[in-house]
């Protein structure tokens, strides 16, 4: 797998997946209308926050992506409005009424040396793991078909990592479609829990949780040293 050369100083900004899902599991994405609604309130939002959205997907009823922001304390706010944008629109178009999503959204700080490449993997084979699709660039509305086939969506912004699949872009497409079908089953699992942060020691260090989210610690002021 390539490697991320670039050292991520872990100041402001993290790199996150997210997930959401509909309340009691009903599909709540259920015309092409519905999907490309839903896409264009992401590519609204994430312009609005300074959001760089590097995978996703989204399924009949739950969503996941991988991102990454300028300031994270930004991100309830993403979120917020980006679910209720969505929730306006489905009441309005299926007469619904009430909560649309269960609960609040889960969310995994990912280092990303080790792990951005692989958990952009994991998101875009979810349609594959519920046996919609052979291969994750065959399913319409994910980040899979802009790696693999070039097919631009306003929305996905490359992977700080995608040019290391090869030296020009016709076999970085084609290593990365690769990379989607080599995948590690047991690694998988690493991102199927969302309650933790997933990184070396020195990245979970510097680390806080605060409201039950993960966010970079905050760079306190040097003590003053008193000279007797």
């Not at 959401?20 to 259920?30: D, E, G, M, T, Y």
């Not at 980006?82 to 007469?95: D, E, K, M, Q, W």
């Not at 912004?157 to 090869?166: I, M, R, S, V």
Request: aromatic share 14%.
């Amino acid at each position: 797998m390539p490697y991320c050369a670039r050292k991520h100083q872990l100041q402001n900004s993290l790199v996150y997946h997210v997930y959401n899902r509909s309340n009691a599991r009903v599909a709540i994405f259920n015309s092409g209308d519905d999907y490309l609604y839903f896409i264009k309130l992401l590519i609204e939002y994430a312009a609005r926050f300074k959001v760089n959205i590097y995978h996703w997907v989204i399924m009949p009823n739950h969503y996941h992506l991988l991102l990454e922001l300028e300031e994270s304390a930004k991100l309830s706010k993403f979120m917020a409005g980006l679910n209720r944008a969505y929730t306006c629109y489905h009441h309005r178009v299926y007469s619904t009424v009430g909560f649309l999503w269960q609960g609040r959204f889960k969310l995994k700080p990912i280092e990303r040396e080790q792990y951005l490449l692989a958990c952009g993997r994991y998101i875009e084979r979810n349609p594959v793991r519920a046996g919609m699709v052979c291969e994750a660039k065959d399913y319409s509305y994910s980040s899979a078909k802009f790696y693999c086939l070039g097919q631009a969506d306003n929305l996905t912004k490359e992977d700080p990592c995608f040019k290391e699949f090869g030296q020009d872009i016709v076999q970085q497409r084609k290593s990365y479609a690769e990379f989607l079908l080599n995948f590690d089953t047991e690694q998988e699992n690493y991102f199927a829990d969302l309650n933790k942060p997933l990184g070396s020691k020195e990245f979970i260090s510097k680390l806080v949780k605060e409201n039950g989210r993960y966010v970079p610690k905050r760079r306190g002021r040097p003590r003053r040293v008193i000279v007797l």
